[in-house]
């Protein structure tokens, strides 16, 4: 048996419980004061018509009685990763799926699902003032649905004689790798739930959509074969990015923000002994178009002054400044483990010496203690958000501002 | 309305079984008595480890911080108005 821990609207629920004030009023978290739009909402919000991903401006006027309240990412995550490690108290079979999502396997366990979901939810609530919702089944697919049907503060348990009427009960988009397109493709071949997709069959299934075709028929059975994974699984890529807050920024002020995005690339690529060949550079205008590129260096780096002159040249190849460049992403790939490389053949400066200066340095003051002057220009610094493959350990952890 | 500072304050708290239990503050000349914690979290700034709280005098709510690394207690914000604890 698995089990699905979902936190109730997680961030909310954080600043509800340490703010008195707030408790049971609409409010919604937001990135920052400026433009920014709603991380997240309380349940409160969410009854007068308050979504995850409106502008401030938006969600104000569907409700001008909601409360807007800057997020503070170091508690969430901090409260994240106390309870996380709390559920590897009880048992250490515990996948971390996101900052307020992880599935624990049941099967060792002495006690029932329902006593596990009643101590683990009077643990959180005693120290953490929030709730979390709970759902238990034979799969990891069945019990993050499960997990959806009683919120808040649920709790749904579904044995294997129910999955099928279970699974039956939803949308085709509540199931895993259904997106709006592929609902919409589906509809058009007749398919509008999950009944439906196990009477055209597997074989048919599997023709149209070839491999994924297995998988979704499978789905559609309420089986799904992976198990809670508490390994850590090892990176492709490491990658950041940063939302401009200037309108219109001259390149100059792009330049530096390139330079900040390659540092903190570079710094997590130095602190997990990483180094990679291919720089990818991604450029978002405000008009919600992007341009991509990457270009694979012929030898591995961890350097920032490497990644910053790659997504340099591949900035002036393939960006428009005119346009109005919101955002700015560098993804290193192409990664090799226990190797991190400083400098080539070709570099005159001792490198490595300086890179573990400074690393050194930040590692007692905090990070960006020692930077490059120029990231001084901009606006934003640091990592603001949470990124959905945020983990409160290894590679994956970001400490963010 | 949150007002938020990053001033410098004197804290009387009480340090036991590894928790710090802050119970009053001086803030422009007065003595605020802190009524209830109500919430607590640790962030971490390179070695230095930075205690968060807030908490109440059941009229306004406080977010003071406490520093490892410098020993130095900060008020860093207020939510003002009335409030029933």
Not at chain 1, 14 to 19: D, G, H, K, T, Y
Not at chain 1, 48 to 57: A, D, E, W, Y
Not at chain 1, 267 to 289: D, M, P, Q, W
Request: glycine content about 6%.
């Amino acid at each position: 048996m698995l089990a699905c821990l979902d936190m109730d609207a997680f961030f909310a629920s954080v600043e509800e419980a340490s703010n008195p004030k707030l408790k049971g009023k609409p409010i919604a978290v937001i990135g920052a004061k400026e433009r920014t739009v709603v991380t997240t909402c309380s349940y409160a919000a969410r009854r007068l018509g308050v979504k995850t991903g409106m502008s401030k401006f938006e969600a104000l006027k569907v409700c001008p009685q909601l409360t807007l309240v800057v997020g503070n990412n170091r508690k969430y995550t901090y409260v994240s990763k106390e309870i996380m490690q709390y559920l590897t108290t009880i048992t250490p079979d515990v996948e971390v799926y996101s900052i307020d999502e992880a599935f624990i396997n049941l099967d060792s366990l002495d006690f029932d699902p329902e006593s596990f979901a009643y101590i683990v939810k009077t643990h959180i609530y005693k120290k953490f003032k929030i709730t979390c919702s709970i759902g238990v089944g034979p799969n990891k697919f069945i019990a993050k649905l499960a997990s959806t049907v009683f919120k808040p503060d649920g709790y749904c348990f579904i044995k294997d004689n129910e999955i099928i009427n279970f699974i039956d009960s939803f949308e085709l988009k509540a199931l895993w790798g259904i997106g709006s397109r592929l609902a919409k493709k589906l509809n058009n071949m007749g398919i509008f739930n999950t009944a439906d997709l196990r009477a055209y069959g597997k074989e048919k299934l599997c023709k149209v959509f070839g491999k994924n075709g297995e998988y979704l028929y499978k789905m559609a059975c309420g089986v799904y074969e992976e198990l809670a994974n508490k390994k850590k699984t090892s990176v492709k890529s490491i990658g950041h990015s940063m939302t401009l807050l200037e309108n219109n920024p001259s390149v100059d002020r792009c330049y530096n923000y390139l330079l900040q995005v390659s540092e903190m690339v570079s710094n997590r690529a130095r602190t997990h002994k990483l180094s990679g060949k291919t720089i990818c550079l991604c450029v978002r205008y405000a008009n919600f178009e992007g341009v991509a590129k990457r270009y694979t260096l012929p030898f591995f780096t961890s350097a920032t002054h490497h990644i910053y002159d790659a997504s340099l040249d591949l900035f002036n190849q393939i960006a428009t400044p005119e346009k109005n460049i919101r955002q700015l992403g560098v993804t290193l790939s192409g990664l090799l483990e226990k190797t991190v490389m400083y400098s080539n053949i070709f570099d005159r400066k001792n490198w490595k010496s300086i890179y573990k200066a400074v690393d050194s340095i930040n590692k007692k003051f905090g990070s960006s203690a020692i930077t490059y002057a120029s990231v001084l220009n901009c606006e934003r610094r640091g990592a603001l958000t949470i990124s959905p493959a945020w983990k409160p350990s290894g590679i994956r952890y970001i400490n963010v501002k | 309305m949150i007002i938020t500072l990053d001033e410098k304050i004197s804290v009387g708290a009480i340090f036991e079984g590894g928790r710090i239990k802050p119970v009053w503050f001086l803030y422009k000349h007065m003595k605020v008595i802190i009524k209830q914690v109500c919430y607590r979290w640790k962030e971490r700034e390179g070695e230095n480890i930075i205690y968060k709280f807030t908490v109440t005098d059941n009229k306004s709510i406080y977010e003071i911080s406490y520093s490892t690394m410098t020993y130095q207690w900060y008020l860093l914000a207020i939510d003002e108005g009335s409030l029933q604890c």
